[in-house]
Structure formats: C-alpha cells, structure tokens
C-alpha cells in the first residue's frame, strides 16, 4: 500500500510539471485568439442585441419597416404604449393590411412564437391587436429625452442588426409608403420615422439620402435616395423622383 502511494504522488508529480510546461503556450495561444479585435467586437455586438432584442429577426424588421408610426409610435402626450395595439391601417389601406397580416403569420412561422392576434372591425381587420406581440414591437423603441416622447426606434438596435435584417426594414417601409415606383418614401407626420429609415439607407450604401418637409397639416415628409443594385432587387423602384413632385417641399439639413 506504501508503494502504491508513492507511485501515485509520482505521477502526480509529472503530470504537474508536464502541466505546467505546457500551460504558457496552451494560454498563449488561446489569448491570440481572443484577442482578435474584429472577431471581438463582432461578437459583442451580436451578444447584445439578443441580450436586449432576442425577437430581432427579418421578418420582425419587415413589420417594423410597415409600422405608421403617425406621430410616434407611443401616445405622443403620455409616452406610454397603447394596450395591446399592433399596428392600425387607413380605410384605403386594406391590400396592405392583408400583406402585414402575412408578415406576421410568417413571423411566427419564422420564430416558432405563440400569440394571439386579433383583426377588428369584422370584415375589413383594419386594427391589429395583440398584447404579446405588441409588447415585443415595443421593445424596439425608446424614449430620449430631448425628443419625443412618443417613442422611436432604437436606431443602436438597427446598427448591429444584419444587412438582411436592415434591407427588410426599407422593404416593409416602402411597401407601405413608396412613392409610385419612384426612388422616395413618403410619410405623414413622421419624422423620427423617416429619420431612422434615412440612417439605415446611408448605412447600406445608398447615397445621397435627402429628406424634404412640406409645411403642412399634416406635415408631409418625402425621403429620396439613390437604390444600391440589391436594394433594386427587393424595391419595385422604376424611375427616379421629378422635380416637380417635390414642388412646394424644402430640404430638410440638420
């Protein structure tokens, strides 16, 4: 037994040293790897947008693209989300509710998540409800102070999402609020909207991006910008915008 536990501690003893030997290089090696900026950062970034956004997807960001966002996406005096609203359509907009509906049927084809969705009134479904997919819209906006309190998207969540995921976000928009075939989005009465779908295109290339405001009730707001090949792809875009369609709008410079 006394032999035994000598030749025991021995081996322990080498394993040990051999261990230790080997230990500097195996960390070496290890921290080159780690240390790589790029791969770094690009991991930091995706880590954090599914801590804060798990539900970040391309379909989501096609609904988001769609969303009106009339005044914000929040109560524009309460800052405070409506219960259960999804999103809301004009009487005029029924061909384009159906397609969000799809959209949101593919969403949870896409995500595997369970909610109820409600369409009101009966036989047009022009108001969308649902408090849990709600609550996930929601969480991609914020309130900052200085600006509206109605609520705009996090233009951070944007950044890091993918270009997939950033393409989709024009495409529902423009779906939604492209001008007859033209190379512009028009919006009523949103700004912040427009403003975040100007960041996304100057991210993906397509430049110029000008934004035009015309002083009136509501205010009307036109985003013009030069379609990179594979937005052209996705975007039914045919012809760019005439002068004269922008006749009584100044360019809006920040």
């Not at 690009?42 to 960001?61: F, H, Q, S, Y």
């Not at 052209?232 to 410079?253: A, H, M, S, W």
Request: charge should be positive; aromatic fraction near 8%; include cysteine.
């Amino acid at each position: 037994m006394q032999w035994r536990s000598r030749k025991q501690i021995v081996r322990s003893l080498v394993f040990f040293l051999v261990s230790a030997a080997l230990l500097p290089a195996l960390v070496s090696g290890c921290k080159t790897r780690q240390d790589r900026p790029e791969e770094k950062n690009e991991i930091k970034k995706i880590e954090a947008v599914k801590e804060k956004n798990p539900d970040l997807t391309v379909g989501m960001c096609r609904m988001l693209g769609m969303l009106n966002e009339y005044l914000g996406r929040f109560n524009h005096i309460s800052g405070k989300p409506y219960a259960g609203l999804v999103e809301s359509f004009g009487m005029d907009e029924q061909e384009i509710a159906d397609r969000f509906e799809e959209m949101i049927l593919a969403y949870h084809q896409e995500t595997g998540t369970r909610f109820s969705l409600k369409r009101d009134p009966p036989g047009s479904g022009l108001v969308f409800k649902s408090h849990k997919l709600s609550e996930i819209i929601n969480s991609f906006y914020i309130v900052e102070k200085g600006k509206s309190v109605s609520g705009t998207l996090d233009l951070k969540v944007l950044d890091a999402a993918s270009e997939n995921c950033r393409l989709a976000f024009v495409q529902g928009a423009y779906m939604r609020f492209g001008l007859e075939g033209a190379n512009a989005i028009r919006m009523a009465n949103g700004y912040y909207k427009i403003t975040a779908l100007a960041h996304v295109l100057e991210g993906l290339g397509c430049k110029p991006v000008r934004i035009y405001r015309m002083e009136t009730v509501p205010m009307s707001y036109v985003l013009v910008f030069r379609p990179t090949e594979r937005l052209k792809e996705l975007l039914p875009i045919r012809r760019k915008l005439r002068k004269e369609e922008l006749k009584g709008y100044q360019e809006v410079k920040e």
